[in-house]
């Protein structure tokens, strides 16, 4: 392999991981984020999850997968990270009725347009995301 080759190489296998990850960014919650975006008639997804999680953690690499496949979900939609350990007893839980951890939601102005709770089946995170578009 010549010095180009192995600098292209290089440089791929560095670059894309950084390019993939920066399309599954999440928001970190912050209390009036999510309504601010909803106000601004924005779509939201919404990930109630916890850091120690593991099926948190299996539905956040779905998401981003998902995400990275198809771009118009970041066009269509803010995706905000609630974390649960923090918020669990905040109104941003209590006043839609997150029963747990690792809840899934869509919202669309004053509407939920969909949920999943604790569920990492990839077709049915696709199809509550694909309410959001």
Not at 7 to 12: D, Q
């Amino acid at each position: 392999m010549n010095r180009r080759d192995f600098f292209l190489a290089c440089t791929a296998t560095a670059v894309l991981p950084m390019a993939a990850q920066a399309s599954t960014d999440l928001k970190d919650y912050t209390p009036g984020l999510i309504q601010d975006a909803l106000d601004r008639g924005e779509t939201v997804f919404v990930d109630y999850a916890a850091d120690w999680c593991s099926t948190c953690a299996r539905q956040e690499r779905i998401i981003g997968q998902l995400r990275g496949e198809n771009p118009a979900y970041n066009s269509a939609m803010t995706f905000v990270r609630v974390d649960w350990d923090d918020y669990k007893s905040h109104d941003v839980t209590t006043s839609r009725n997150i029963p747990r951890r690792s809840t899934l939601i869509v919202l669309k102005g004053g509407q939920e347009l969909g949920r999943i709770v604790a569920g990492t089946s990839q077709a049915d995170i696709k199809d509550l995301m694909d309410k959001g578009l």
